[in-house]
């Protein structure tokens, strides 16, 4: 759901059982999860740069290449654009994204008049198959108190300044419903292949946290 800039940071469909679950269930699932990685790390069973590394790629590279290459196609294939606006889970398919975390894929598309951010107010509901794990700032209790009330002012903390007649909306997260955004495609792409345009889509535009800056000429013909 859409919330207005002023809009209150409370209900907002969050509130019930399986989000109560999801809520609680991680806290306890860390907290083995980092026992499980001492004892190995003890063991000398893992190398703890390599499990970073590991990390790393889930929340860096690899799962956001999914949803970079979905915004690439609504970049280059009108047609698919309609397709991702009009029902996101199914066009994602189309590409071979889906399954956990992303069975409710809602794409909202950035425009010269609206810019989308996305959050989880609650807890860290996140699309996985189109952007892999949620960052940390994500999850930080100031992001996802502050997105909803001053997304302006958050906005300009990650270097992005929204002009006033420009509406920003905020979209929430849930259990059910995962959104990801379509940045504007900038200037300067026009006869860039998919793959080129996928290389410009960073996992902080999908989230809404930045946008996709023109490319910085170091293109060879
Ligand atoms: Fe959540």
């Given at each position: 759901?859409?919330?207005?800039?002023?809009g209150?940071?409370g209900?907002?469909?969050?509130?019930?059982?399986?989000?109560?679950d999801?809520?609680?269930?991680?806290d306890?699932?860390?907290?083995?999860v980092?026992?499980l990685?001492?004892?190995?790390v003890?063991?000398?069973?893992?190398?703890?740069a390599?499990l970073?590394?590991?990390?790393?790629a889930?929340?860096?590279?690899?799962?956001p290449?999914?949803?970079?290459?979905?915004?690439?196609?609504?970049?280059?294939?009108?047609?698919?654009?309609?397709?991702?606006?009009d029902d996101?889970?199914?066009?994602?398919?189309e590409?071979?994204?889906?399954?956990?975390?992303?069975?409710?894929?809602?794409v909202?598309?950035?425009t010269?008049?609206?810019?989308?951010?996305?959050v989880c107010?609650?807890?860290?509901?996140?699309?996985?198959?189109?952007?892999?794990?949620p960052p940390?700032w994500?999850?930080s209790?100031?992001?996802r108190a502050?997105a909803?009330?001053?997304p302006r002012?958050?906005?300009r903390?990650?270097?992005?300044?929204i002009?006033?007649?420009?509406?920003?909306?905020v979209?929430?997260?849930?259990?059910e419903i995962?959104y990801l955004?379509?940045?504007e495609?900038?200037?300067?792409?026009?006869?860039?292949t998919?793959?080129?345009?996928?290389?410009?889509?960073?996992?902080?535009a999908?989230?809404?946290?930045?946008?996709v800056p023109?490319p910085?000429?170091g293109?060879?013909?």
């Amino acid at each position: 759901m859409a919330k207005s800039e002023n809009g209150p940071a409370g209900a907002h469909g969050h509130g019930h059982e399986h989000h109560h679950d999801h809520q609680v269930v991680p806290d306890d699932i860390a907290l083995r999860v980092r026992a499980l990685e001492s004892i190995l790390v003890d063991k000398q069973m893992v190398d703890p740069a390599a499990l970073d590394a590991v990390v790393d790629a889930y929340e860096n590279r690899i799962g956001p290449r999914n949803g970079a290459q979905v915004v690439a196609r609504a970049w280059a294939d009108p047609a698919y654009k309609a397709r991702l606006l009009d029902d996101g889970t199914a066009a994602i398919a189309e590409i071979g994204f889906g399954g956990t975390q992303g069975e409710h894929m809602v794409v909202v598309e950035n425009t010269p008049e609206v810019h989308n951010l996305v959050v989880c107010t609650l807890c860290s509901c996140y699309p996985w198959p189109t952007l892999g794990l949620p960052p940390v700032w994500y999850k930080s209790n100031a992001y996802r108190a502050r997105a909803v009330i001053e997304p302006r002012a958050v906005l300009r903390e990650f270097g992005v300044e929204i002009a006033d007649e420009v509406e920003v909306r905020v979209w929430d997260s849930t259990a059910e419903i995962r959104y990801l955004v379509l940045p504007e495609r900038p200037a300067g792409t026009e006869g860039m292949t998919e793959e080129e345009l996928a290389e410009l889509v960073s996992r902080d535009a999908m989230i809404g946290v930045a946008v996709v800056p023109p490319p910085t000429g170091g293109r060879t013909p």
